[in-house]
């Protein structure tokens, strides 16, 4: 028997996950997939958002700004790359402006620091590649970037190193509640648990509905994307959003913590939870309509697209608490954005309901940093040198796009909750991120995966369950 | 820091034959960097034959043909160094390189010639939709994957992209056991070798659509199938058109691109129609002192251009050498940390400033009307060798036209060819002799015409 069993190693199930190992508590993740962060978390924008956006007194609001608050402590605690970049909403007309004050009103109103309403001058100072078409902007200086899965393992990792038991490749099936607490039914067999978080992403509602008369109801908005190579991520340093008028919401245009440019999301109303298909006419969307905001995109360095899946609640705001009629079943459902924004919030308040409801009690142990992956490039020569003596491997560099070497991606695989696949590599390294996309590095990362984890390369997959990336050697179907 | 007189930036046909050039023209301190474990770089994954036709008079396989350079590098003790990756290059040229044994070392070279290939386009390129499973391979990829290590990537296959790399992967899965469905290109014409859409997919049965593209990938985890469609003349896909494969596998074969981060770093001017350096008839980049060949300055379609043009890039950097206008000695420390230590307007600057150096004034290569780039970009009539090969490509297909080279405003050359595709390279002779004749000459003009 569990304390609390959390179902998602999303940010949210992390940050919940991440809060409550501070307590004394047996502590449970359950995810469906081979990895942390294989859902909306890896597939977004990546803002931390300032906070003007959400209804003043809603949680989004509340959280988003304490979130932003927050993460800037996290990412030095748990060692993520975060920048405070800033953002702008352009606006293109004059008769637009009351809208614009609006937003600013709300941002004031939700507790949103040192934003600003700039002309047209002072925005194309800024931002010398935002249109020449632009009336006033709204700048908010607290907007950031968070490299988002490097957000989601540190949590995670963090966790891990304090307790918190992680099953993989676990699906839970169905929840029954019982005298005490709830018994999970999964593909791997029976949990059972005091207390249950369900941060399930988009699939929270079916665990909710499942011990709740009070139904929710999420459905899944697809946001296509396209990024670009880092030579043009340098188009823009802030992050660029417009107000949302006759054309819709628009496509922001930002730069990563990584420093390439991103441009996206569209926003599509999809019946398949699992349907992060990218579309012809979303990406033709994101490339026509990411100009009306910056010019000259250099859209011919495009490295890759994506979609991600926005869990959209019917009643508009995040749902954190603990069900009704459901004592011990808390909800983190309807975390749309602002969720990357919001985690740490959200983690400390569902973390804060489960430990008021269990009267947990602090450890004294608890290990409250963590250290990223080391990246050689950071080192000076000397350094460098020196880290190479000790363990050749850092000399060997494996992706040549990012300049990843052997001994990143083998501390990837060492560490807690390490890599065991492609795409586990890639997100805590970046090897296989950079313009090639992997063309270069895959079998050479197949090998050190294989060597590493004991694996025969035909196990070895992309991101688990049946991603194989091998299926046979040469001729063996030829008789 | 240890000092030589060229550094070659790349072990594969075009550093070794730049190598052995610069060897026999008299300069005894050379060294190459290869970050993989072998010399003869892509080659060492093009196991088919077909190589060295001009070079050698016979049919080689990739790796026979590399071997053949390798012999002659090591019989002329050329020093070498394998797992060695180079990460940057200061204008100064000094190399900053690493490998597992010697760390992260400094080296000044008096010459540097860059020989770094080139790389596969990816997926996102094209900007197909669709899911992003496990079965999406560069050509290039797959064929490492089955030369090298032996592995297969998949049994029912598609393939995009009608360049050599994908006629020749269609055939190599084929012999390996795979089903090859289809092989689909975007626009009207192969972008391969005709010889290779012969031997490699007529001659096994493997239907080529040309017009076509993917339009859709199925498959969550592993690639279940794709979607094929008729693009019109603005490459848009006609709807109603779609056909569906069922496959594991989609290699992409869309084209490759010079691997120039390091020559951008150090402030070398770019062609970007090419994606490689721009170079005067020495093959010297904007940068004195720093020469370009082989795949890394365009790309090329036969091994053998490559050595030759290598070739003459190693004589040239030999040349450099002896004339002793190196400025090796008031090297600057380089700044190893700063990774892109030169911006765009110093880079411009520098540019202006070299264009301006030389007292000679330089006659300018023209690209136009059909004609797409070409290699070099710029004349200087006193570094001239009695003969210079003109490279270039074609944009579409032309049948029954010719060439015509202008000097200002005569024309010179008028050479008529059945069929220029955009597959193969191109190529006229000038010599010093015809050039010195215009004393005036400003600019060369390249043109297809009727
Ligand atoms: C297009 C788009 C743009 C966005 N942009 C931003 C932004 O700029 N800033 C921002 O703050 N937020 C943004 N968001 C929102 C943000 O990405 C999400 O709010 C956040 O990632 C949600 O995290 P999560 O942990 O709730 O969900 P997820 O990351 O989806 O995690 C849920 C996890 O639960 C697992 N799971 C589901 N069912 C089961 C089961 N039966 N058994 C076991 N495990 C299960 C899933 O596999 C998954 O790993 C964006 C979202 C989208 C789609
Ligand atoms: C699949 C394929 C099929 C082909 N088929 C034919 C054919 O049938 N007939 C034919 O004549 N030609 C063929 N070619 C063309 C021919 O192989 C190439 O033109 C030739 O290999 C290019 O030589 P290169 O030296 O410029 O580049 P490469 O062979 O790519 O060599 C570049 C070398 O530089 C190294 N390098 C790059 N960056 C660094 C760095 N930073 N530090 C250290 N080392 C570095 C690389 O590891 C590599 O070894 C084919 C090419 C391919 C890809």
């Known amino acids: 028997m569990y304390d609390v069993v959390i179902i998602g190693a999303g940010v949210c199930g992390a940050a919940v996950a991440h809060e409550l190992s501070r307590y004394q508590a047996k502590i449970c993740v359950l995810e469906k997939e081979e990895d942390v962060c294989c859902g909306t978390s890896k597939a977004n924008s990546a803002i931390v958002h300032a906070g003007y956006d959400a209804v003043t007194g809603s949680l989004k609001a509340k959280l988003n700004v304490r979130g932003n608050e927050l993460m800037e402590e996290l990412s030095k605690e748990l060692d993520f790359p975060f920048e405070r970049n800033g953002s702008l909403v352009l606006c293109f007309n004059e008769s637009d402006m009351p809208n614009l004050q609006a937003l600013y009103d709300r941002g004031v109103a939700n507790g949103v620091k040192g934003m600003k309403i700039l002309n047209k001058e002072e925005v194309l100072q800024m931002e010398p590649n935002v249109t020449e078409d632009v009336y006033a902007a709204l700048y908010a200086p607290t907007g950031g970037i968070v490299c988002p899965f490097g957000l989601n393992i540190a949590l995670a990792e963090n966790a891990c190193v304090n307790g918190v038991d992680f099953q993989f490749d676990t699906e839970v099936i169905q929840i029954r509640k019982m005298e005490e607490g709830y ?5 791997k067999g029976v949990f059972c648990a005091k207390c249950v978080v369900n941060a399930a992403g988009v699939y929270a509602d079916k665990f909710h509905n499942m011990v709740s008369e009070k139904k929710l109801s999420i459905t899944a908005r697809r946001g296509d994307y396209c990024l670009l190579d880092k030579e043009a991520g340098n188009h823009v340093r802030r992050t660029i959003f417009t107000l949302p008028g006759k054309l819709g919401k628009g496509i922001l245009v930002t730069p990563t913590v990584h420093g390439n440019l991103l441009i996206g999301p569209t926003a599509v109303e999809v019946e398949d939870k699992e349907g992060v298909n990218t579309t012809a006419d979303g990406l033709a969307q994101v490339l026509t309509k990411a100009g009306m905001s910056v010019k000259n995109i250099p859209t011919r360095q495009v490295i890759t697209s994506f979609a991600g899946l926005r869990a959209h609640e019917a009643g508009d705001d995040f749902i954190i608490g603990e069900a009704e009629d459901a004592p011990g079943f808390v909800d983190c459902a309807g975390i749309e954005s602002p969720g990357i924004a919001s985690c740490p919030a959200i983690g400390e308040m569902a973390a804060g309901i489960v430990k008021e409801k269990m009267g947990l009690i602090a450890k004294d142990d608890f290990i409250a940093t963590r250290k990223g992956i080391l990246n050689p490039g950071t080192l000076c020569m000397e350094e460098r040198n020196d880290l190479i003596k000790e363990n050749p491997a850092y000399g060997n560099i494996i992706c040549r796009c990012e300049m990843v070497t052997e001994g990143e991606i083998i501390d990837a695989i060492r560490r807690p909750l390490g890599a065991k696949s492609l795409d586990g590599v890639k997100r805590r390294t970046r090897a296989g991120m950079g313009r090639c996309q992997s063309g270069f590095c895959s079998p050479r990362t197949m090998e050190i995966l294989a060597r590493e984890c004991g694996m025969s390369m035909f196990d070895i997959t992309k991101s688990g369950g049946n991603s194989k990336l091998v299926v046979g050697t040469n001729k063996d179907t030829v008789s | 820091m240890k000092n030589y007189d060229i ?28 970050r993989d474990k ?12 077909g190589f060295g036709l001009h070079t050698f008079k016979e049919e080689l396989t990739g790796p026979e043909y590399a071997q053949r350079f390798i012999v002659q590098a090591k019989e002329l003790d050329i020093e070498y160094r394998l797992n060695t990756m180079v990460l940057e290059v200061g204008a100064d040229k000094v190399v900053t390189a690493m490998n597992r044994e010697d760390g992260l070392f400094l080296i000044q070279a008096k010459a540097v010639i860059l020989a770094m290939g080139c790389r596969e386009r990816p997926r996102g390129a094209l900007n197909i939709p669709g899911y992003r499973p496990a079965g999406i391979y560069s050509a290039g990829t797959a064929q490492r994957l089955v030369n090298m290590d032996g592995y297969m990537p998949g049994r029912e296959v598609v393939i995009l992209g009608s360049g050599d790399i994908g006629l020749i992967m269609a055939r190599r899965m084929t012999l390996e056991g795979a089903k090859v469905k289809v092989v689909a290109e975007l626009m009207p014409y192969s972008g391969g070798l005709k010889r290779n859409i012969v031997q490699c997919l007529d001659d096994y049965g493997i239907p080529l659509k040309l017009s076509h593209t993917v339009v859709d990938i199925k498959g969550k985890e592993r690639v279940e199938g794709v979607t094929l469609a008729q693009v019109d003349e603005k490459n848009k896909p006609i709807p109603g058109t779609e056909e569906y494969y069922a496959c594991d596998t989609l290699l992409l074969s869309v084209g490759l691109i010079p691997e120039n981060e390091i020559s951008r770093g150090m402030g070398v001017v770019m062609n970007p129609v090419t994606s490689g350096p721009r170079v005067n008839e020495s093959l010297e980049t904007n940068l004195e002192g720093v020469f370009a060949c082989g795949n890394v300055l365009h790309v ?14 190693g004589r040239n950097a030999a040349a450099y050498v002896k004339s002793g206008k190196d400025g090796a000695s008031d090297a600057k420390t380089p700044v190893v940390a700063a990774k892109n230590a030169v911006d765009k307007d110093t880079r411009e600057e520098m540019a202006q400033q070299d264009t301006g150096a030389g007292s000679e004034q330089e006659i300018e290569l023209v690209a136009t009307g059909g004609v797409r780039y070409t290699v070099p970009c710029t004349i200087r009539t006193s570094h001239m ?32 060819k059945m069929v220029f595709a955009p597959a193969e390279m191109e190529e006229v002779k000038l010599t010093k002799e015809q050039i010195l004749r215009y004393p005036e000459l400003r600019r060369i003009t390249f043109r297809i015409e009727e």
Not at chain 2, 407 to 415: G, L, N, Q, S, T
């Open chain 2, 385 to 416: 060798e009695d003969e210079l090969k003109v490279r270039f490509r074609v944009g579409s297909v032309y049948q029954n036209c010719f060439v015509s080279v202008y000097f200002d405003d005569e024309r010179v050359i008028h050479r008529k």
């Open chain 2, 38 to 49: 072998e010399l003869g770089g892509i080659l060492n994954q093009c196991i088919h034959n």
């Open chain 2, 300 to 313: 090329h379609d036969l091994v053998d251009f490559v050595s030759e043009e290598a070739a003459a890039a």
């Open chain 1, 183 to 187: 018994e999970l039914q999964t593909d």
């Open chain 2, 7 to 34: 550094v070659i930036i790349g072990g594969g046909p075009a550093g070794l034959a730049a190598a052995v050039s610069a060897r026999q023209s008299g300069i005894d301190s050379i060294l190459i960097l290869e």
